[in-house]
């Protein structure tokens, strides 16, 4: 029954309301209702809940028996005639709807009891044919009722069905309607929306047919194997394990058995007389068989070469064959912990292994951990696998399960192949990578439905361009200057305050991720590992580049070269588990081309090592506050749409209560950052700010009356310090006709208003305010700035080296002109320009440009070519 709880979908069918007529009672009839019209072919009883209140009512001269509560489904109108409890009409007598059929023949038809119906839809009786339900089977079981399985394996009614016989139970529904309603029993057809199995695969609509099948009887074993779960060292998720003993609680026997050919050969023989025999190893089958061992030995005990072999019958001494069936592909994976584990050198001796042999066995034996989806596996391979193993061991199989959830497309549908949203895995590998795709299923949170799909693997894609930027800056600038790491050492003395604190979040990294690969967390230490991709990338290199830029080899250089060569070192180590093949990459690069002694894979190399005295956690929460405060000045240049290019007078911080504040060099690289002249701590903002009052009348009225419009005229005329007291005290009084009175905040509503050339950004009690008035003389610099950044753009395009020097050639109005005299010098650094001319030269490359809503004509040249 596995595969009916895995897909539902809500469908419409036709419900009908038939008439069975009673024995002996000329023109009285049960009202059954059911959604499956072609069951009825197969009816052997009607089920009543004994407590129910039914009524015996005449409806359009015949008299009918339903549920009181249901009494809305009848058509026209009705008169009751009685009342009485289900428990009334059980064992009644009844015509089936389809006695005439040879199936039918000697069926007889009665009424029984079930607490499990409804009074919410139908009629209150329940048609019952147990060869064609669950349930419907277990209550024919219980009180006796016949059994008639209607159709074969392809759903088509099998012979004594008369005209149904040969025809597909998707085709009948309506021609049974249509006999039904011909022989005078059909009372109603309604369209019934419910929730409806289907195949996983293709969406069919599944039934439900009667089979034997081979079971393992599982009330003696239930609450043993709930003991052996509970001895599981970690479920992730915890509720895991919750879910695992619910479906304990409430299993059914285990059905072990398919009606296959290709699978595992149940080894049960079965006799003629009724008797069989379970087979429980290779060398007691040699020992009962008569006859097709030697056809059978040197052979695996599958099809067709196990059936071949025939045992004698310990009760009646007839042959036995073997069942044709095959075991439930859940029974073959249970055994895995005992099926697979034995000397790499004997492989295929089946005595150097469990049973027979458990010291290698027992060296691997319970597995540290294993992992599958979540939906299904509880009641599937977790389960098997525990029940074995209880069976067996008694212990769990196990140390730590992984459940996670399942893949989705990207916008969380099932995927299909039919819905043309499937995405084949060769497709994904050649389009995303495959480390794309790992880095996505790391990153995702595994108790929750994975999106998968060619937008999301693009945003991975950026995330990793990151580090491989970082990594392709280092490769490039030590390819320049002959750098090689083998045998340079980290010198304390000689690091920057920047290299402390790369190196300081480098080992936190190392700790952190250790911790959650350690507890299979690998989220979360996606989540720092992609932090620490911007912390390198956007900070440490970024404010580094010079060191690197400079022409000359100086110690500086080669500790700046060391501290990055460490930590994209320690960083690849890291993220190897996750992203294989560009780790590997990276490392050949890194590391092997440079040094033959180092390890031959990554793969190979020991997870880094901590090293506790590099940490500086102080260090660390002081750049995050600098980082802090930078990003929220960019904020607020971005709300009033000003370039950070464009350098600004002043920028106020004020840092929450007990928080000290930085010292100059943090200063330092918040206005290098934010390209601005001067910092001030200040223990508040209110000055920046004007505030207004408006009276909110609806409170006002009810507690003034008709004092409440020249209340609300005061508070209008309020001077700005007088409501900038109320805003920090929240009470104003007055007197207006001898009477005190008392405002408070809730009476008025407060509009705050940055003052003219502020901006404002408050986040996490750290408030940051920049003045944006803009002089003539960082109008200036903002130009040159931008000249900057468009001229590097230039020796991009024309493809010159980093370390090429030139020649600049500009044409320009005077505004621009006297802004390229004022920061000549800055312009010459920046540009790497040994020369800056005013006139016109064909240069290299030639383009005319917009500064700032200013047109230029700049001209390039190497000056080494």
């Not at 009690?765 to 003389?777: G, S």
């Not at 505004?815 to 800055?826: E, H, P």
Request: aromatic share 12%.
């Amino acid at each position: 029954m596995e595969i009916a709880t895995e897909g539902y979908q809500e469908l419409t069918h036709k419900a009908v309301f038939v008439r069975f007529p009673l024995k002996d009672r000329k023109n009285e009839y049960l009202l059954v209702w059911t959604t499956t019209p072609w069951t009825l072919t197969s009816n052997t009883g009607v089920a009543v809940h004994p407590d129910f209140i039914y009524v015996k009512v005449k409806n359009n001269g015949a008299i009918y028996y339903l549920a009181k509560n249901l009494l809305r489904v009848l058509k026209g109108k009705y008169e009751i005639l009685a009342e009485m409890p289900g428990k009334e009409l059980l064992n009644l007598i009844y015509d089936g709807p389809f006695d005439y059929l040879p199936a039918q023949k000697g069926v007889i038809h009665r009424v029984i009891p079930w607490e499990e119906i409804s009074e919410s839809e139908g009629t209150g009786l329940v048609h019952i044919a147990p060869g064609c339900g669950k349930e419907d089977f277990a209550l024919g079981k219980e009180f006796g009722l016949a059994t008639i399985a209607p159709l074969d394996e392809l759903g088509y009614y099998i012979n004594g069905f008369d005209w149904l016989s040969d025809r597909n139970v998707t085709e009948v529904t309506e021609p049974i309607i249509e006999d039904l309603q011909k022989r005078g029993i059909l009372y109603n057809v309604e369209d019934y929306t419910h929730r409806y199995p289907v195949c996983w695969r293709c969406d069919s609509e599944l039934i439900f047919r009667l089979v034997d099948e081979w079971y393992i009887a599982m009330d003696t074993l239930r609450n043993e194997i709930a003991e052996v779960a509970k001895k599981v060292e970690r479920w992730i998720p915890e509720w895991g394990l919750d879910r695992e003993l619910d479906w304990l609680r409430n299993m059914a026997d285990w059905c072990i058995s398919k009606k296959r050919y290709w699978g595992l050969a149940l080894p049960i023989w079965e006799c003629s007389c009724g008797n069989f025999t379970v087979i429980g190893s290779r060398d007691e089958l040699k020992e009962k068989a008569v006859s097709g061992w030697k056809e059978f030995e040197g052979h695996t005990p599958h099809r067709p070469w196990v059936d071949v072999i025939k045992i004698r019958c310990e009760k009646c001494g007839n042959l036995m064959s073997r069942i044709p069936d095959v075991g439930n592909p859940w029974l073959d994976a249970g055994i895995v912990p005992y099926s697979t584990m034995r000397p790499p050198e004997d492989m295929h001796n089946l005595y150097n292994g469990y049973p027979y042999d458990k010291s290698y066995w027992g060296q691997w034996f319970p597995a540290d951990f294993i992992t599958e989806c979540f939906p299904g596996q509880f009641r599937n391979w977790f389960y098997a696998i525990l029940t074995m193993s209880t069976v067996l061991e008694n212990k769990p199989p196990f140390k730590v399960l992984l459940g996670h959830a399942l893949v989705r497309d990207e916008k969380g549908e099932e995927m299909h192949k039919s819905k043309g949203n499937a995405i084949w895995f060769d497709d994904a590998a050649e389009k995303m990578g495959a480390d794309v795709m790992r880095w996505m299923f790391a990153k995702h949170n595994p108790i929750q439905n994975l999106n998968f799909g060619y937008g999301p693997a693009e945003e991975i894609k950026r995330n990793l361009l990151t580090l491989w930027n970082v990594y392709s800056f280092f490769v490039t600038y030590a390819n320049i200057d002959n750098f090689n790491p083998v045998g340079k050492k980290l010198t304390k003395e000689n690091l920057t305050k920047l290299d402390r604190w790369i190196l300081s979040r480098t080992n936190s990294l190392i700790k952190k991720c250790d911790q959650y690969y350690n507890e299979y967390d690998v989220a979360s230490a996606v989540k720092e590992i992609e932090y620490f991709f911007d912390e390198i990338s956007n900070w440490y290199l970024r404010r580094n580049r010079r060191r690197f830029w400079k022409s000359e080899n100086d110690l500086d250089k080669e500790t700046a070269y060391i501290v990055l060569y460490n930590c994209l070192l320690n960083l690849i180590k890291i993220i190897s588990p996750i992203a294989p093949f560009w780790a590997e990459d990276m490392y050949q690069n890194l590391v092997k081309s440079v040094d033959q002694n180092a390890p031959l894979s990554i793969h190979l190399c020991d997870f880094p090592e901590v090293d506790e005295s590099m940490i500086d956690l102080e260090l660390e929460n002081e750049v995050a506050l600098v980082r802090k405060i930078v990003s929220m000045g960019r904020s607020a240049r971005n709300k009033v749409n000003i370039k950070v290019r464009q350098p600004l007078k002043e920028i106020l911080i004020c840092l929450p209560s007990g928080e000290k504040n930085l010292d100059e060099p943090a200063i330092h690289t918040i206005l290098e950052e934010l390209n601005v002249k001067k910092a001030q701590f200040v223990a508040t903002t209110d000055e920046l700010y004007t505030y207004s009052l408006n009276p909110k009348f609806d409170r006002l009225g009810p507690k003034y009356g008709a004092l409440s419009r020249k209340i609300g005229e005061w508070i209008k005329g309020l001077g700005a310090e007088e409501v900038r007291n109320f805003v920090k005290t929240g009470i104003l009084k007055n007197k207006f006709d001898d009477r005190l009175i008392e405002i408070t905040k809730e009476d008025v509503d407060i509009k705050k208003q940055e003052l003219p050339n502020w901006v404002i950004i408050e986040e996490d009690n750290i408030l940051v305010a920049i003045n944006t008035a803009i002089t003539e003389e960082l109008e200036a610099e903002g130009l040159v700035r931008e000249l900057i950044h468009k001229i590097q753009l230039m020796r991009k395009e024309a493809d010159f080296n980093l370390t090429d020097r030139i020649k600049i050639y500009y044409q320009c109005p005077d505004k621009l002109k006297n802004a390229i005299n004022k920061n000549l010098d800055y312009l010459k650094n920046e540009t790497l320009a040994i020369e800056v001319i005013d006139g016109e030269d064909s240069g290299e490359i030639k383009r005319e440009l917009e500064i700032n809503g200013i047109l230029a004509r700049i001209a390039l040249i190497r000056t080494n070519k």
